[in-house]
């Protein structure tokens, strides 16, 4: 079965509703009805970001950093000081934080959740750890050396005359309130796979944050002339350790440059699906693109996770506009593992920064949340959940610089997705072998304007046509008629 996640603020969500509910909200007492969404929504997994240690120095950072002020102020025009808090992947320890209820907190939390058959997924953060970790003062030989005459922004004076880089992606500047981890030395690999073996008894899952840093090409790359290069690649060991213990513990690894199916082969289950989101939220849609990705082999798209926002991108609403709907069509009936944003279904479109513990008041879009229950409903159809087939339309329109479709198929039954991101309403037909000799009564259709019926249209023996109004997708699903 393809997992459906559900990503929280954690952070954010107790802070919101401590103030709803007028007193403490932990993870130990979260009320009942909050957790309705969860179970109407049939999530496989909850993935609660933020819950570990707070970093002292990353929330000093973040409250003096001119750039980053910059952006917090843009989302909360009445910034105040305690709305302030550290990134929540500049980790300082591996435990969880006492301020969201603790490790009882935390396990009263899960237990909760295996009681509706939902599992938990947690953050680890492998390339680096907050300025302020536990690990430092005894052991700095886990840390990327530096000397002072580094530059000065790429580095952290840690004692007198001993200075640490700071973690970094290659093609981005360093993250000021973090170490980077050195994995050239055996003794790091050691460390993280405890502190990886200690989070796995705590959940289901883990969210592996930028995991490609950790393949030997990369981080060679990029580390190798400072500290030299790693032994090995750390991710075969670590998963296998991992399983085990846990047999059935998930892998999601947040991946970039094509590092999808490397990530795959060391073990992870699913890796970020980043090509899917950058097609289809392109202007205009880069539908050849989008049409050879969603085509290609069927054991890689099973293990791919995909998006239309998470906390690292603007918000769907935002991003896609009018064609939100018509993007979480698309998004819920390709295969592998789906991810869903905190705040998605209600169209929320400002998008937060993750070292902010308030949420900014926003009206939303009262529309979206009864069209993401219905296809969260449809996706568990053996049709979305099996690898089956997918089969690129052609659909005989005028115009299909905005407009695209495919058959998600199995032995007996398709689904017939249909999207138009034009603001203008399109005209198509199409012929396929599943719909001959069958009548109306034989199809389920549906609009992306649930609860909305569709338009009129045709289906006769030479093809099936339909009017897709402006920013609108259609789905029509067929089963094999019983013999």
Not at 6 to 29: A, D, H
Not at 273 to 281: Q, T, W
Not at 437 to 463: C, H, M, V
């Amino acid at each position: 079965m393809f997992p459906l996640v559900y990503e929280i603020n954690t952070r954010v969500w107790l802070r919101e509703l401590s103030g709803r509910y007028k007193q403490p909200i932990t993870l130990g007492n979260v009320p009942d009805q909050e957790l309705d969404l969860l179970r109407e929504g049939r999530f496989t997994f909850v993935w609660l970001m933020g819950v570990w240690k707070q970093s002292c120095y990353s929330a000093a950072i973040a409250a003096s950093h001119k750039g980053l002020r910059s952006e917090l102020l843009d989302y909360l025009e009445d910034l105040q000081p305690e709305d302030i808090v550290a990134s929540p992947y500049a980790v300082a320890d591996y435990t969880v934080s006492e301020a969201l209820g603790g490790k009882a907190g935390l396990l009263a939390f899960r237990e909760r959740l295996k009681n509706m058959n939902i599992k938990l997924m947690l953050d680890f953060v492998p390339n680096h750890m907050a300025l302020d970790n536990r690990w430092l003062p005894e052991h700095p030989e886990l840390f990327v050396s530096m000397t002072e005459d580094d530059p000065e922004d790429d580095c952290f004076e840690f004692a007198k005359g001993q200075f640490l880089a700071h973690g970094k992606d290659p093609y981005f500047p360093p993250w000021s309130d973090t170490l980077q981890l050195n994995y050239a030395n055996p003794a790091t690999h050691d460390m993280m796979i405890h502190n990886l073996s200690h989070v796995s008894d705590l959940c289901d899952g883990v969210r592996c944050d930028m995991a490609m840093l950790l393949i030997k090409e990369v981080f060679d790359s990029t580390w190798g002339s400072q500290c030299g290069e790693m032994p090995g690649e750390f991710w075969p060991t670590a998963i296998r350790h991992i399983r085990e213990k846990h047999p059935d513990f998930i892998f999601l690894a947040e991946a970039y440059w094509h590092k999808e199916w490397a990530l795959q082969q060391m073990g992870f289950n699913f890796t970020y699906d980043k090509p899917f989101y950058d097609h289809l939220g392109s202007f205009p849609v880069n539908i050849l693109k989008l049409r050879d990705h969603l085509l290609c082999d069927p054991e890689y798209q099973a293990r791919l996770c995909r998006f239309i926002e998470n906390h690292d991108e603007n918000r769907a609403s935002e991003w896609f506009g009018k064609n939100h709907a018509v993007a979480a069509l698309v998004l819920l009936t390709s295969p592998g593992m789906t991810l869903i944003h905190q705040g998605q279904l209600e169209g929320l479109k400002k998008k937060i920064p993750v070292q902010l513990i308030r949420i900014a008041k926003e009206k939303g879009n009262n529309k979206l949340l009864p069209l993401y229950l219905k296809l969260f409903e449809l996706r568990f159809d053996p049709v979305f959940q099996e690898k089956g087939r997918t089969e690129w339309l052609n659909l005989n329109a005028a115009d299909l610089s905005f407009c695209f479709g495919y058959c998600r198929s199995t032995s007996d039954s398709h689904a017939f997705v249909l999207a138009n991101f034009s603001s203008h309403g399109i005209d198509i037909e199409f012929t396929h072998p599943a719909l001959d000799g069958l009548d109306k009564s034989s199809i389920t259709a549906y609009s992306t304007r649930f609860p909305e019926p569709l338009q009129e249209w045709q289906l006769n023996d030479n093809a099936t046509g339909l009017h897709l109004r402006q920013n609108e997708g259609i789905l029509l699903m067929v089963k094999k008629p019983e013999t």
